[in-house]
Nanobody, 128 residues
Framework: QVQLVESGGDSVQAGGSLRLSCVGS???????????MGWFRQSPGKEREGVAA????????KYAGSVKGRFTISEDNSKNTLYLQMNSLKPEDTGMYFC??????????????????WGQGTQVTVSS
């Protein structure tokens, strides 16, 4: 079973930067490249929303419009680690950030289409 552990969340001022990491384990060799990897966030009183997604085999990337040009999703397969570089942070970026691994997920739909594995989340707080 895939397990994911996020880290890197913090409290920063608007305009600052953070890099979130998500270390994965439990993948099988034969299906490793089948996963869509995504970052999601949930703010108080709001539904969870997709922030960015990347396909391991296709390299296809999807960003939410609100973060495009400011956030970058990437993955270091040698370390089984997914990253989210967040620049020019805004107060509206505040929330709990989760990573997800979804076998055969559709990148353009933030990895919909498969059974997701979720991390426990890491909190990002941006003050004005």
């Amino acid at each position: 079973q895939v397990q994911l552990v996020e880290s890197g969340g913090d409290s920063v001022q608007a305009g600052g930067s953070l890099r979130l990491s998500c270390v994965g384990s439990g993948y099988t060799y034969s299906t490793y490249n089948s996963y869509c990897m995504g970052w999601f966030r949930q703010s108080p009183g709001k539904e969870r929303e997709g922030v960015a997604a990347i396909g391991r085999t296709s390299g296809q990337i999807k960003y939410a419009g609100s973060v495009k040009g400011r956030f970058t999703i990437s993955e270091d397969n040698s370390k089984n680690t997914l990253y989210l570089q967040m620049n020019s942070l805004k107060p509206e970026d505040t929330g709990m950030y989760f990573c997800a691994a979804v076998k055969y997920g559709i990148v353009s739909d933030y990895c919909e289409g498969g059974i997701p594995y979720w991390g426990q989340g890491t909190q990002v707080t941006v003050s004005s």
